[in-house]
Each structure stands twice: as structure tokens, then as C-alpha cells.
């Protein structure tokens, strides 16, 4: 139980283009969304975090409106880099915590974005 | 007062051996600490978390220790495998603090024959 998938696994795109992630709690409902973004070989930050219905709050630094945040409903969350820049290749990561237990996250595999 | 202070950032432990991974917080209003693994190219997987109401939990060969005082946590992993080698996280959260997870900056574990 409490798998967590993203689409897609991988993105390459072209500077100036828009790209969206999809993140699914595939069985069970989720509260809230949280968006990461991760460098290689070093930790995860937190870029924001979103409840179903609700507008997502963005961590200090990160551009609300380069990086759009939709949580249409209790399984789905998208996050659309807007207008990607060579300096927005990451790999972005999501996580969903469970209705009944809103501290354990559970991680989506991840998607790796390359920008050219 | 967010952060959590992880170490050591890479080790090598001989299989069989046990593999120590220490945590150290400062914000006293964290009530929740998960550890996390992560393989290359993948999401992290949740390992085992403990709460402040406990000193140890174990799971397995995996094991938390948990110091409220000194405001230190660590993981132990006994009996190591190749299998094993990750990267390990450690993480706090505080309810009234929504949740939201500090990750500490990682360790790199290698499990060597």
C-alpha cells in the first residue's frame, strides 16, 4: 500500500518551454502534496506544499509563478515548470501523506527534467 | 533552528558489520523523525520512524535510537549488505509546523565483500 506514482519518469525539453509532472497517490487519499527538487548527490528541498483545493504554499525562494502547482483532487498533484531554463534540470520528486496520517510521506519515484 | 545535522556523509562498512548514522536537531518542537533510503535515480523510500515518546525502535535490522536530551537520533543497520548501499536521510517534522520535512544533508553508504 501507499505507492506513489509520477508521470513523467523522464522529460528533455527545449529552453523556453512549459512542462508538466503529474504526481498520483495510487491507493489511498491524500491530503496534502509536497513538491522537492533535488541536485545531484545532495539533499531534498521542499518547493511547496499543496492541499487539495486549495493555492499551494511555496518554500522562501522558490518562483510561484515559474512553478505552478495544481492539486485537482485527493490522489492527483501537477507541478508545471513554466517557460524551463537550463538552470531548472533537476530531478523533482513529490510526496503524499496519508488522510488519517498526515506525518509519513510516502515518495514518488521521481521525474528527471533536463532542459536544453 | 530547521536544521538537522547529519553525519557522516559517506561510509564503508564491511558486510556483516554495523553501519551508524547519527542526526542532530535543534528545533524542539519536532515530534516525528523518519529515516529515509534512496537509490541511485530513485524516489526515497521510507525505512522506519520513531517519536519522542521512545528512546528505541527496531525493525528488522534496522534500528533507531533516539536521545530527546541531547536532541540526537541515529540509525543503526545491522548485519549490512551490499544490498544496503544507498544513500541515507534522516528527516524531521512538527505538527504545527504542517508537516513539512527537514531533511538532513545525507549520507552515502557503501557495503563492501
Known amino acids: 500500500g501507499a505507492v506513489v506514482s509520477q508521470h513523467p519518469s523522464r522529460v528533455i525539453c527545449k529552453s523556453g518551454t512549459s512542462v508538466k509532472i503529474e504526481c498520483r497517490s495510487l491507493?489511498?487519499?491524500?491530503?496534502?502534496m509536497f513538491w522537492y527538487r533535488q541536485f545531484p548527490k545532495q539533499s531534498l528541498m521542499l518547493m511547496a506544499t499543496?492541499?487539495?483545493?486549495?493555492?499551494?504554499?511555496?518554500e522562501q525562494g522558490v518562483e510561484k509563478d515559474k512553478f505552478l502547482i495544481n492539486h485537482a483532487s485527493l490522489t492527483l498533484s501537477t507541478l508545471t515548470v513554466t517557460s524551463a531554463h537550463p538552470e531548472d534540470s533537476s530531478f523533482y520528486i513529490c510526496s503524499a501523506s496519508l488522510v488519517a496520517s498526515t506525518d509519513t510521506q510516502y515518495f514518488g519515484p521521481g521525474t528527471r527534467l533536463t532542459v536544453l | 533552528q530547521q536544521q538537522v545535522k547529519q553525519s557522516p556523509q559517506s561510509l564503508i562498512v564491511q558486510k556483516g558489520g554495523i553501519s551508524i548514522i547519527n542526526c542532530a536537531y535543534e528545533?524542539?518542537?519536532?515530534?516525528?523523525f523518519p529515516w529515509y533510503q534512496q537509490f541511485p535515480g530513485k524516489g526515497p523510500a521510507l525505512l522506519i520512524a520513531i517519536r519522542p515518546d521512545v528512546s528505541e525502535k527496531k525493525e528488522g535490522r534496522f534500528t533507531i535510537s533516539f536521545n530527546k536530551s541531547a536532541k540526537q537520533f541515529s540509525l543503526h543497520i545491522m548485519d549490512s549488505q551490499p544490498g544496503d548501499s544507498a544513500t541515507y536521510f534522516c528527516a524531521a517534522s512538527s505538527y504545527f509546523g504542517n508537516e513539512k520535512l527537514t531533511f538532513g544533508t545525507g549520507t552515502r553508504l557503501t557495503i563492501i565483500p
Open positions: 491507493d489511498f487519499q491524500a491530503t496534502t
Open positions: 499543496s492541499n487539495e483545493g486549495s493555492k499551494a504554499t511555496y
Open positions: 528545533n524542539t518542537a519536532f515530534d516525528y
